[in-house]
């Protein structure tokens, strides 16, 4: 029994393989077959472009081997070259309040966001004790003066002693100056906005104990700002107050055309720098403290240079060089060039252009000297 079953196995894998090998053969029949016909379609296509090229000759020149490509002219205008810097917006007057004496806070008037005039009451300590002392010397005064005056008239009837009168007119000005000193005091107590601006910050709270040194609120005048910008060292001879640049605020999407009002004196060790100023104008209170600006300073002009794309600028073991096309012939040519400052994407072209020629832009990697192209709109 077991050797009738190996038999029929090893028959099954005879017939197997046979089959197998049929379908190959037959695959390789189909193949054979159809690149024949592919070959008889192909030629029946050519065959179709000739008789078509015979009697179009737009569709001949399609039928050409020619890259397809767009141009650009080449111009002479002005071209300027700018130092970029970048800086920080800062407020001219940006300040910290704190008090003048040390007392409890017994009163806020303000709150973060609010506007401010000059002298107008931030904050207010407790003066309790100052203000029962001002009464307290407000009656010894009048006392003083009374008596004063009573020697005064005395003394000019040769009545009393000059010594006297001198006590009386002494003690009658002591009080008068310690009084002074207390409302004085007194004042320091209420808290006054230097300037008018925006409260950005409150700090205290009602019932701390304010000293000197502790910060009630942020003012900042958004009215006069300025940019703060370091540039290197190698440009300190081309920069000057007065000198007119460009600052572009990323943020806000704007450009605004100002002057430099302080150039720094002294290069920082650590990064050979000096600082420069400029002032802004801020009408509508958008630009903030510690917004980043970039700076740009003009510090070169060519009139009536040629100038061209430095994308399109490629380099070999000769040289920089460009292609442009001879629209004569729709051939590319190969110009060497020599370039000089680059700036914003364009390029100062020095030697090889005279800035009627006609670039090859998109598609020139795909060219080379003495290609055919065809050329069609971007």
Known sequence: MKRILIAISIAAFILACGAEKNDLAAKREQLIQKKKALAKLEAEVKALEKEIAALDPAFKEDLDDRTLITTLPVTRTTFAHYVEARGIIEAEKNVLITPQTVGKIVKIYVKEGQVVTPGQVIARQDVDVILKNIEQLKTQL?????LFEKQKRLWEQNIGTEVQYLQA???????????????????LAVIRAPFGGVIDKVFAKEGEVAALTTPIARLVSLNEIKVVAELSEAHLNRVKVGDEVLVEVPALQETQTSRITYVGQVIDPTNRTFRIEVALR????????EMIVLVKLKDSEVPDAVVIPVSLVQEDAAGKFVYIVDTTTNTVQRRN?????????????LKGLEGNELLVNEGFRFVSEGKKVKITQS
Request: no cysteine.
């Open 282 to 289: 801020n009408p509508n209170g958008k630009m903030k403290p």
């Open 337 to 349: 060039i020599e370039i000089g400052r680059v700036y914003d994407g364009k390029a100062q072209v």
């Open 169 to 187: 007119k002494t003690n009658k000005e002591a009080l008068e100056r310690q009084l002074a000193a207390l409302q004085a005091q007194a004042d």
């Open 142 to 146: 009048e006392l003083a003066t009374t």
